[in-house]
DNA sequence: GTCTATATCCCGATAGAC
DNA sequence: GTCTATCGGGATATAGAC
């Protein structure tokens, strides 16, 4: 049985992956809109007739293509923190992560992912899978975030969940600043914000810490 | 008044108000590309011709809506703050007006931003009217918070400008995620993450402060 | 300036050969 | 499953009467 079935389902598989690879790429550039099924399929070397005998219809390649995405990014942009050492390194690191555009492939996701926001206030369809896929990588975000707070001694501003949307919620928007007027967002400004976020001692502006109370610098005397 | 300059001249500038009107509210529910340039006649009670008279094309209707955007919105959105007294009541404050949808009005623009943020990131034209305002809005911004930092005593996590653009980024973020999944951001969530931001030192997570939490309603029991 | 009518194009989806 | 060919629909934009 092997060797019939291995060229056949190979070629069949490979199509799928070669039209989904083919689309994330597309969609994320142009915009799901303005990518014709013609343009995905040409783009994967096939036709539009492809398209639809494995996904049926334009809709149905989209949210495939967001299935096969929940196991794999937000994943992967979490995974390598624990790579680095010190604390504001590994807040750093994320925010690279986020942030990066020289690799076409992680400058890809912001876009997309925004799009695919965008599309989920309209489409209830969409919204059903977004929603999933977010829920997922908020849970498992919060559950790192966690563990990292307390061996760190970190006073965060909100418990693990919360705390979870609080630093999506800021990559998010930084993420999309920074694409609109890079100027205007520093290298180590994300690095501040996640600070505060999550009530990290070290990284004050002007302050040096003094290391009694965490989150709380003094009080100034006026009013 | 002249009678005849008088009917001519204010149908056509009634006119050209009536298509923005339009395309305002069309483009904000559907999204640009979903709405026709028919559509957005019809719904000033135009034909399309009128449309191209006016704006030459549809992008040209868009790019006018911009600018008629540049000295309303925002501006709007942060005056509203001052009204309110104490200092975690007027963040509320804040975040409140951006993520409202109660109103249509104020329900219509952050749908709006995020689309044309997306536009803006593939087509140059826009995003040069984008970033533009944007700019604006934070130095706009930027010069509000500085006062209010400094009147209230609070220890940001960044000067002026670079904090302005952490707030707008935290409040995006937020107002994205609201919009997909409410349940995710309680009220005081953004309350929360804005006091870490300036530096506010009452706002504390689980710590009861004294009344500060007046902005908060009752959370309606989940789902 | 505004309307009606239309030219032109392109898209999503289907039918049928292989 | 994949290709070629095509249908039907709807989009932007233009032409010309008024």
Same mark, same amino acid.
């Given at each position: ?29 142009? +915009?799901?809109?303005? $990518? ?8 994967? +070397? ?9 996904? +049926? ?15 794999? $990014? ?22 690279? @992560? $986020? ?34 896929? @977010?829920?997922?990588?908020? #849970?498992?975000?919060?559950? #790192? %975030? ?20 609080? %630093? ?29 976020? $999550? +009530? ?10 003094? #290391? /009694? ?8 005397? /006026? @009013?």
């Amino acid at each position: 049985m092997e060797r019939m079935a291995r060229t056949q389902g190979e070629r069949k598989a490979e199509t799928r992956a070669r039209l989904l690879a083919a689309a994330a790429e597309l969609f994320a550039d142009q +915009g799901v809109d303005a $990518v014709s099924v013609d343009a995905v399929a040409e783009a994967a +070397g096939r036709t539009s007739g492809a398209v639809y005998a494995h996904f +049926g219809s334009k809709q149905g390649l989209l949210l495939a293509l967001l299935d096969l995405w929940k196991d794999s $990014v937000l994943t992967v942009l979490l995974a390598e923190v624990a790579v680095t050492d010190s604390p504001a390194g590994q807040l750093g690191a994320v925010w690279a @992560n $986020v942030s990066d555009t020289s690799d076409r492939e992680s400058a890809r996701w912001p876009v997309l992912e925004h799009e695919l926001w965008l599309r989920a206030a309209r489409d209830p369809e969409v919204a059903d899978v977004v929603r999933v896929r @977010n829920a997922e990588a908020l #849970r498992y975000s919060a559950r #790192r %975030i966690d563990a990292w707070t307390s061996s760190v001694g970190a006073t965060p501003a909100a418990p693990p969940e919360e705390l979870a949307v609080l %630093i999506k919620a800021l990559l998010t928007g930084l993420a999309l600043q920074k694409r609109l007027d890079p100027d205007t967002v520093p290298d180590d400004l994300a690095l501040r914000g996640l600070a505060a976020l $999550v +009530g990290l001692p070290t990284a004050d502006d002007h302050r040096a810490s003094d #290391r /009694s109370t965490s989150t709380r610098p003094d009080r100034p005397p /006026s @009013n």
